[in-house]
């Protein structure tokens, strides 16, 4: 599977649920966490895709492709990533990803940023803080420890800024007209119940990406991190596929 896997994580950008989960994930493979919680979205996807690669080039292994594993929301950077710089992709991971936000599902978030306007920043992050308890299910599901509840639950405040442009760009981003022109091997793991990014826009990218495997795994929104045994042994199958020579 290659010794490095660069992590982008969700709209939030707090890559730490990703991290303690990484040794079930990734098998005891390399994790470099691009933590963009500060990010303010300068240059759009393609600039957070840059600085997502910035850590790469930071990295003693600079030189070999590493994985590149998105989660969510960061799943449109390693997207971005592996269309404008292939050599340096050795494969994508995309969990609960989306490469465009269905219409239907975007008229919430959209209703969500308007009430933001309407409210102010300090009554949003209240409201935040209030959601994160109650979106519990729909992230995590039924079944999970207690410890990656508390995890959850306790994640760093959000940088509302930041957070708000992510959102908004969210809504319109859409990797359609280039999906079928990434060639790395490409591993999309979607949750069956995930009330945040369909399913369908999980098989969409496994359709409209040459080289793509589709896996479900009972769950949420972060199912992988809820259940991320399961979701490595899936990943961990992939990727031993990617070293099986071809006959």
């Not at 990703?18 to 990010?39: I, S």
């Not at 945040?196 to 972060?222: D, M, S, T």
Request: glycine share 10%; net charge positive; proline share 6%.
């Amino acid at each position: 599977m290659g010794d490095r896997v660069l992590v982008i994580p969700g709209l939030d950008g707090d890559p730490s649920m990703v991290q303690a989960a990484a040794p079930r994930l990734f098998r005891g493979r390399r994790v470099l966490a691009f933590d963009h919680r500060l990010d303010t979205l300068e240059g759009g996807v393609e600039g957070l895709a840059e600085r997502a690669l910035a850590l790469l080039d930071a990295d003693p292994g600079a030189d070999a492709p590493a994985f590149v594993c998105g989660e969510s929301f960061g799943g449109t950077a390693a997207l971005m990533l592996a269309h404008r710089h292939p050599a340096r992709v050795r494969g994508l991971i995309l969990l609960s990803a989306f490469g465009w936000y269905p219409r239907l599902r975007a008229c919430l978030p959209r209703l969500h940023l308007r009430l933001w306007r309407m409210l102010g920043d300090g009554w949003a992050a209240r409201l935040h803080r209030l959601w994160r308890v109650l979106s519990l299910p729909a992230a995590l599901g039924w079944g999970c420890s207690s410890e990656v509840v508390r995890a959850y639950i306790r994640r760093p405040g959000l940088h509302l800024a930041g957070y708000r442009v992510k959102c908004e760009v969210a809504m319109h981003f859409d990797a359609r007209p280039w999906l079928e022109t990434i060639g790395c091997p490409t591993f999309v793991l979607v949750g069956t119940w995930d009330p945040l990014v369909p399913i369908r826009a999980g098989q969409e990218l496994a359709q409209r990406i040459p080289n793509a495997q589709l896996q479900q795994l009972a769950g949420g929104h972060l199912t992988h991190v809820a259940h991320a045994a399961a979701a490595g042994e899936l990943i961990a199958n992939w990727a031993a596929s990617l070293e099986v020579p071809a006959t």
